[in-house]
């Protein structure tokens, strides 16, 4: 084998290897970011898509409803019908601007002529038809003939919006499907090319060292275990995104740990850039992860003691409690409905939280429950640095951080994470403070009685 060149960087690594190393991980690293982005562009086009389905049925029943509501205030006069009609009215040309406004999206252009045709059908229905019935100055049997015709004129083009956005909703699901199909090729691509990259790097290193050790049976040893970990780590990156991102990370905080201060000053400085994104993108997609299995792998609902969540919550924090010095005070805690271990979740995120953010030398950290309708009220507060009022509701989005990652770490999922966990038991939560007084999180949970509890 050759000896290594005074081309070669410090450790017999060329620059030209470590440059390609770093753009290899970013692009892999921006290729995710890019396919996350367009499939949630698609999901807001395919929850539009939706809803203007949802919209043209309901104008459909709600032409329907006003037909109705005509004919019965011609046969019996009684101002309810009229009244009931007039509703409706005003219901549907809410439905049909609400159809106008998401018809501007390029997707469903298609709709805009279709629903100007019924806005325009309607008008003349309810100018030539409605208006003279509804007056008493027309026969019913004379204007119903061209009523019906302008009904009919009106569902038909009803009917063909619905073409319109059910082929929409198609052409999103088809594009989204081959977004993460090329994108998981791409990935896939850059990270077996990552994979050559780094074992081209272990066989400079291994021809380095050949005289302390054996030097063939060595050799192919560790180009077996290079080869097996090579193969595995394609597979995984074939079947799963997060493997990739997470192969990513190993991989770059392996060079940084071997490398560092043997290559120069901007190749470190890369290297750091390419660890720091990979692992901040592989906890982002595992926080967004988390945050949607809330709903899907949840446990059922049942009657529990509060207090034993908690108690799992504090445990788990043992050593963050001792670390801070905090004061934790409890007061008796009620029998709920809730998931067990999704709510340790929200208390431990809620109780982590007060520590974290607080700026005296021992955080004190109160848990109480008050009774109201049919409900508890858990209260978690703190005499941390608090939250000026015009941010009390962003905190609950995702990823909304307001302060930088210098000052306190984390992703900024925490509390969209306790928001998705109350709501899918059906409750409330929000916070109460001021800046520089200390925060007061509550949350809602459906009461159970002691009985229940026991059952469960």
């Known amino acids: ?49 939706y809803l203007v389905r949802l919209d043209l049925q309901r104008a459909q029943t709600l032409i329907t409803e006003e037909v109705t509501a005509v004919r019965g205030y011609v046969s019996i006069r009684q101002r309810p019908l009229l009244a009931n009609f007039d509703a409706t009215d005003r219901e549907l040309q809410y439905t049909l601007d609400s159809l106008r406004a998401r018809a501007r999206r390029p997707l469903l252009s298609g709709l805009s002529a279709d629903v100007a045709d019924v806005e325009a059908m309607h008008a003349r229905w ?12 027309a026969a019913a049997a004379r204007l119903e003939p ?21 082929a929409a909703a198609a052409s999103t699901e088809s594009s989204v499907a081959r ?31 050949r005289a302390l050790r054996s030097e063939i049976d060595e050799r192919n040893q560790a180009l077996e275990r290079s080869n097996a970990s090579l193969q595995e780590f394609a597979y995984v990156a074939s079947h799963d995104l997060q493997e990739p991102l997470r192969t990513v990370a190993s991989f770059t905080q392996l060079l940084q740990r071997r490398y560092a201060g043997r290559l120069d000053k901007d190749a470190d400085e890369f290297i750091a850039f390419a660890v720091d994104g990979a692992t901040r993108m592989q906890q982002l997609v595992n926080d967004i992860l988390e ?17 034993v969540p908690l108690e799992r919550a504090l445990t788990n924090l043992r050593s963050a409690i001792a ?10 805690l009620p029998v709920v409905w809730g998931d067990e271990v999704q709510l340790t979740q929200l208390l431990q995120n809620l109780v982590a939280n007060s520590m974290k953010y607080c700026n005296h030398a021992q955080p004190e950290v109160a ?25 009390h509701e962003r905190i609950f989005r995702i990823f909304q951080r307001l302060h930088s990652r210098g000052e306190y770490e984390g992703t900024g999922i925490g509390l969209a994470i306790c928001k ?19 925060a007061t999180f509550s949350f809602t949970l459906r009461a159970a009685t002691a009985s229940e509890g026991e059952a469960g």
Do not use: C
């Open 1 to 49: 084998m050759q000896q290594a060149t005074g081309s070669q960087g410090p450790g017999g690594i060329s620059p030209a290897s470590t440059f390609l190393l770093v753009g290899i991980v970013i692009i892999a690293i921006v290729t995710g970011i890019v396919a996350y982005g367009v499939i949630r562009d698609s999901r807001a086009a395919l929850i539009d898509a």
């Open 126 to 137: 309810h100018r030539s038809v409605a208006a003279p019935l509804l007056a008493g100055s």
């Open 146 to 166: 061209s009523g019906n015709l302008l009904v009919d004129h009106m569902n038909a083009d009803l009917t063909a919006a619905q073409g319109v956005a059910e």
């Open 179 to 209: 977004t993460v199909a090329v994108s998981i090729g791409v990935i896939v691509f850059f990270v077996v090319m990552l994979g050559i990259v780094a074992l081209r790097l272990e066989y400079v290193r291994f021809a380095k060292e």
């Open 291 to 307: 945050y949607s299995r809330i709903t899907t792998h949840g446990k059922p609902l049942v009657a529990l003691d509060l207090k």
């Open 323 to 332: 670390e801070h010095g905090a004061a934790i005070d409890v007061q008796t």
């Open 367 to 391: 848990v109480r429950a008050t009774r109201s309708d049919g409900e508890w009220t858990i209260s978690v507060h703190d005499n941390g640095i608090g939250i000026a009022p015009e941010y």
């Open 420 to 438: 998705r966990i109350v709501d899918r038991h059906g409750g409330r939560i929000w916070v109460e403070s001021e800046e520089g007084q200390g």
